[in-house]
């Protein structure tokens, strides 16, 4: 069946305690990213999993279908909206004169 939704992990749990040089870093970039993928991943397969059921008629609850769905939707909308925002600070660094 369908997962429940997890709570979002503060900044500081994804990042850990590392350390650069004597100063703690901030949450890894990449880490975000993936995280934010894995979630795509995991969101698309629970709902072809429920579309497959429910077309094979053993989906015993049509809501579940539809919460997957919802999920999915917000797990892309929320990685289109890291991409943009990455793209946004990427333009401003590059507008930068030094």
Not at 31 to 39: H, Q, R, T
Not at 59 to 70: G, K, Q, T, Y
Not at 78 to 93: C, F, G, I, P, T
Request: avoid cysteine; aromatic fraction near 6%.
């Amino acid at each position: 069946m369908i997962t429940p939704i997890q709570k979002l992990k503060p900044l500081q749990e994804i990042a850990g305690d590392q350390k650069i040089s004597g100063v703690q870093s901030a949450v890894p970039f990449k880490s975000v990213f993936e995280s934010a993928i894995d979630a795509v991943k995991e969101t698309d397969q629970e709902f072809a999993k429920g579309k497959y059921l429910l077309a094979t008629g053993q989906l015993d609850n049509p809501s579940s279908l539809m919460i997957a769905a919802s999920k999915n939707d917000t797990a892309v909308k929320m990685l289109v909206q890291l991409r943009n925002k990455a793209m946004d600070a990427y333009s401003e660094v590059m507008r930068i004169s030094l």
